[in-house]
């Protein structure tokens, strides 16, 4: 019991630390930059931080279960592409959202089959369906972008609701949903025990396999979803979307407190830490950084943010 109330503690701490950290950047860049505060910065800021928000959710589902899925960007790129295919070709739009969704369950499925079915690493597996999700978008396009002239999308990535953006409301959803499972249902302590150990978890009578095959596919799922959202934001399809974003989503799930090798974690951290870094960028891009600079930095973080936890977790084995 005492062991939980610290646990608790830590977590705690964990998130005022990063409340901490994200009210630092933003008083830093409102002084460096006076158009930080604009209406058309904070949309752009809160559009781009939605979608990134609602893979980074599922993804700490997955990363808390055991598992980790790198072909996120890929999937992004794919879905875009395939939207935008359709649609030019005369396919309603909701049909067309309709096979967005498809291609992220069928790709949250097939890794899962390979991942949970045949007992493949799922480091290796989604490194693979990455390139081929990839290849794939390239070739059905010809590695040109696909413009959708209508505003037939413009509903999900700069339409309103209540005048709350879209993409804001679907990302509170998923955050409160995922939320509520991962630390008050069955399935939420099933993902944890999964993740921290699976033959504990088989011994306690839990079907980790479907635990770990759900988490999966909500991954593809919601790696889809963000697709349909930036193709929105864009007006374009194109497989050049979502490039990079896994070194993104992951970083912000494991800054958020998740743990990297599964058992523990919290929505709530990533959803601070997806802020942390949506304005960071956008604090870089306003300030006119080099993109290239900037692909320097998520590198950086990232290497910090790993290090920082192993670190961590070093100490708490020395010290139990």
């Known amino acids: 019991m005492e062991e939980k109330i610290k646990k608790e503690k830590f977590n705690i701490s964990n998130i005022y630390i990063l409340l901490g950290i994200l009210v630092a950047i933003i008083i830093l860049f409102s002084i460096l930059s006076k158009t930080f505060y604009s209406l058309n910065n904070l949309q752009s800021l809160l559009a781009d931080a939605s979608w990134i928000a ?34 030019a070709n005369g396919i309603n739009i909701w049909i067309c959202i309709l096979i967005g969704i498809l291609i992220g369950l069928t790709v949250g499925l097939f890794n899962a089959t390979i991942i949970v079915g045949l007992g493949v690493n799922s480091l290796i597996v989604t490194i693979g369906t990455m390139a081929v999700l990839k290849g794939i978008a390239f070739t059905i396009t010809g590695n040109k972008s696909i413009l959708i002239m209508e505003d037939v999308l413009g509903f999900l990535g700069r339409g309103k609701i209540g005048g709350i953006p879209t993409a804001l409301v679907l990302a509170i959803i998923v955050y409160i949903l995922f939320e509520i499972i991962l630390k008050s249902t069955k399935f939420g302590r099933e993902i944890q025990i999964t993740g921290s150990n699976k033959d504990v978890a088989y011994l306690s009578g839990i079907k980790y396999k479907r635990v770990k095959y759900i988490t999966l596919i909500l991954c593809g799922l919601s790696a889809s979803i963000g697709g349909l959202i930036i193709t929105s934001i864009t007006a374009v399809g194109m497989p050049q979307h979502g490039m990079g974003m896994e070194l993104v989503v992951i970083s912000a799930v494991l800054l958020g407190g998740t743990a990297f090798t599964g058992g523990k974690g919290s929505v709530t951290g990533t959803m601070a830490a997806v802020l942390i870094m949506s304005i960071i960028y956008n604090g870089l891009t306003i300030l006119n950084v ?31």
């Open 54 to 87: 609602i893979i980074a959710s599922a993804l700490t589902l997955n990363l808390v279960g055991g598992e980790i899925d790198l072909s996120i960007g890929s999937n992004i790129g794919l879905t875009s592409c395939v939207v935008a295919i359709a649609y």
């Open 290 to 320: 080099s993109s290239f600079i900037t692909q320097i930095i998520k590198g950086a973080l990232l290497v910090l943010i790993v290090s920082a936890y192993e670190i961590r977790e070093n100490r708490s084995r020395v010290t139990s």
